[in-house]
T-cell receptor
Framework: DADVTQTPRNRITKTGKRIMLECSQTKGHDRMYWYRQDPGLGLRLIYYSFDVKDINKGEISDGYSVSRQAQAKFSLSLESAIPNQTALYFC???????????FGSGTRLTVV | DAKTTQPPSMDCAEGRAANLPCNHSTISGNEYVYWYRQIHSQGPQYIIHGLKNNETNEMASLIITEDRKSSTLILPHATLRDTAVYYCIVRTSGNTGKLIFGQGTTLQVKP
């Protein structure tokens, strides 16, 4: 099983719908992150959480919300999806030290 | 966190060493240099990181200049499977150590 699991892998939704992307991890890391990637561009940080009671906005948090249900689970919600939120979404985890992040395989979201 | 500058694209012949440069002239003393790669829309993969000494692991070597203003990632014997986008990122350790991605370098390994 993957260390960081994202569900769903692919999703097509309609404008205005609420959608939740889920991320779970078995790394035992305290820190979790949500990124989005648009075609041909690098990843941009949406939200991050350094522990269960800590939630922080990233570079592009408008239109998104998150929930850290447990150390191992971090969900990203789009309350009212719009077409320019069509992107590839990645979840990642890390510990508090200097070691690298572990990324999930991504969720490809299309808003029509 | 300091910003990085990388060439948008590079080519390398299969079997040869791939040397990917990165400039980070505003890096501060507590910032590490990290390299990740992303193969065709998969999740980014950690490669290596360093502070000021050169580092080597099973994937690559990282050479950091003495003034720490630039670094080079070396893939010693590039294969077709190394074709990917390579990201150089500087990051502080500790509570504010977020990864901020730039545009990266697209490395094309050719037969």
């Amino acid at each position: 099983d993957a260390d960081v699991t994202q569900t769903p892998r692919n999703r097509i939704t309609k404008t205005g719908k609420r959608i939740m992307l889920e991320c779970s991890q078995t790394k035992g890391h305290d820190r979790m992150y949500w990124y989005r990637q648009d075609p041909g561009l690098g990843l941009r940080l949406i939200y991050y959480s350094f522990d269960v009671k800590d939630i922080n906005k990233g570079e592009i948090s408008d239109g998104y919300s998150v929930s850290r249900q447990a150390q191992a689970k971090f969900s990203l919600s789009l309350e009212s999806a719009i077409p320019n939120q069509t992107a590839l979404y990645f979840c990642a985890t890390s510990d508090a030290g200097i070691y690298g992040y572990t990324f999930g395989s991504g969720t490809r979201l299309t808003v029509v | 966190d300091a910003k990085t500058t990388q060439p948008p694209s590079m080519d390398c012949a299969e079997g040869r060493a791939a040397n990917l440069p990165c400039n980070h002239s505003t890096i501060s003393g507590n910032e590490y240099v990290y390299w990740y790669r992303q193969i065709h829309s998969q999740g980014p993969q950690y490669i290596i990181h360093g502070l000021k000494n050169n580092e080597t692991n099973e994937m690559a070597s990282l050479i950091i200049t003495e003034d720490r203003k630039s670094s080079t990632l070396i893939l010693p014997h590039a294969t077709l499977r190394d074709t990917a986008v390579y990201y150089c990122i500087v990051r502080t350790s500790g509570n504010t150590g977020k990864l901020i991605f730039g545009q990266g370098t697209t490395l094309q390994v050719k037969p």
